[in-house]
């Protein structure tokens, strides 16, 4: 049971270059959340999915697009990554509305030059 | 109006003392619930307690306390005996509206703890 996954661990692009971070989650869960971390600052939530086939904005979501086709995957995608996106992003994800706890990922490093 | 402040950045506690980090919240719903993680230098998030409004009694898990002040709107976790594993960035976080995926999550900036031995 790996739990939370993210891939890749670090990337650094160029401005305007484009890519896709992929989270896994093997526990079943419906709810999972794309958040950014950035520094002296609490995470803040990007898009947010509550089932396979839905997506909703979060509190950050320009310059974002997600998808969730599979359930145990939410892809988070930056088409024209910009320096102001250099961050940490972390995935999380929910059992479903039994449980408030959300369990999250080990990030994903981005740096845009 | 800030909804989460943790006034702390940073805190240095001796090891095997208990520490109090504090965090006051600003919710106008009925319904919310108040989380605390951990997040030590190897950067992942982990969940350490969850207080609901609506609940009588204060959390409790393991070494780690929630003091819950509603009349206060404050959460301030309370960890018992400390140990040098707790050195870690701690963030509050408070959960608002419904409950089906789309509840709004917000986290505080974090406090620092350093345990010292």
């Known amino acids: 049971n790996a739990g939370v996954t993210q891939t890749p661990k670090f990337r650094v692009l160029k401005t305007g270059q484009s890519m896709t971070l992929l989270c896994a989650q093997d526990?079943?869960?419906?709810?999972m959340y794309w958040y950014r971390q950035d520094p002296g600052m609490g995470l803040r939530l990007i898009h947010y999915?509550?089932?396979?086939?839905?997506?909703a904005k979060g509190e950050v979501p320009d310059g974002y697009n997600v998808s969730r086709l599979k359930k145990q995957n939410f892809l988070l995608g930056l088409e024209s990554a910009a320096p102001s996106q250099t961050s940490v992003y972390f995935c999380?994800?929910?059992?479903?509305?039994?449980?408030?706890?959300?369990?999250f990922g080990p990030g994903t490093r981005l740096t845009v030059t | 109006a800030q909804k989460i402040t943790q006034t702390q950045p940073g805190m240095f506690v001796q090891e095997k003392e208990a520490v109090t980090l504090d965090c006051t919240y600003d919710?106008?719903?009925?319904?919310?619930?108040l989380f605390w993680y951990k997040q030590p230098s190897s950067g992942e998030m982990i969940f350490l307690i969850y207080?609901?409004?609506?609940?009588?009694q204060n959390a409790t898990e393991g070494r780690y306390s929630l003091n819950f002040q509603k009349a206060r709107k404050s959460a301030n976790l309370v960890i018992s005996a400390s140990q040098l594993g707790d050195s870690a960035m701690y963030f509050c976080?408070?959960?608002?509206?419904?409950?089906?995926?789309?509840?709004?999550?917000?986290f505080g900036t974090g406090t620092r703890l350093t345990i010292i031995p």
């Open positions: 999380a994800s929910r059992v479903d509305r039994v449980s408030y706890e959300q369990y």
């Open positions: 526990m079943n869960h419906e709810y």
């Open positions: 999915s509550v089932g396979e086939g839905t997506t």
């Open positions: 919710t106008s719903d009925q319904s919310y619930g």
């Open positions: 207080q609901g409004s609506y609940d009588e």
């Open positions: 976080a408070m959960r608002e509206g419904g409950n089906f995926g789309n509840e709004k999550l917000t």
